[in-house]
């Protein structure tokens, strides 16, 4: 239900958009977040969006350089990536939360629906 993309390889400083498209209308309803998990290192939250997308939550290790969007007329949502570091290297996952709709969950295991990652890379 959930399909993300937009990963790819880039330097330090560089730019990412990610992208994940959803196949659910009941996606409209609820919130969402981005996930990412580095080699040998568990899942960690990045980002989340209610519903409406008016609240929205970052980790503080990407806070101000991400940003996190929503188009519920096109069921997708965004992850904007800008001054990355080798530190966000890592698979990105697109989530969504069936029992929450106005605040984005920090914890992965709250999460009902995955998509599949997409890998970031960031050179140094």
């Known amino acids: 239900q959930l399909q993300a993309s937009g990963g790819g390889s880039v330097e330090a400083g560089g730019s990412l958009r990610l992208s994940c498209a959803a196949s659910?209308?009941?996606?409209?309803?609820?919130?969402m977040g981005w996930f990412r998990q580095a080699p040998g290192k568990e899942r960690e939250f990045v980002a989340g969006?209610?519903?409406?997308?008016?609240?929205?939550n970052y980790a503080d290790s990407v806070k101000d350089r991400f940003t996190i969007s929503r188009d519920n007329n096109k069921n997708t949502v965004t992850l904007a990536m800008n001054s990355l570091t080798p530190e966000d290297t890592a698979v990105y996952y697109c989530?969504?939360?069936?029992?929450?709709?106005?605040?984005?969950?920090?914890?992965?295991?709250?999460?009902?629906?995955w998509g599949q990652g997409t890998l970031v890379t960031v050179s140094s």
């Open positions: 659910a209308r009941s996606f409209t309803s609820y919130v």
């Open positions: 969006i209610s519903w409406s997308g008016d609240n929205r």
């Open positions: 989530a969504l939360d069936l029992h929450r709709s106005i605040w984005p969950e920090t914890r992965w295991n709250f999460y009902d629906y």
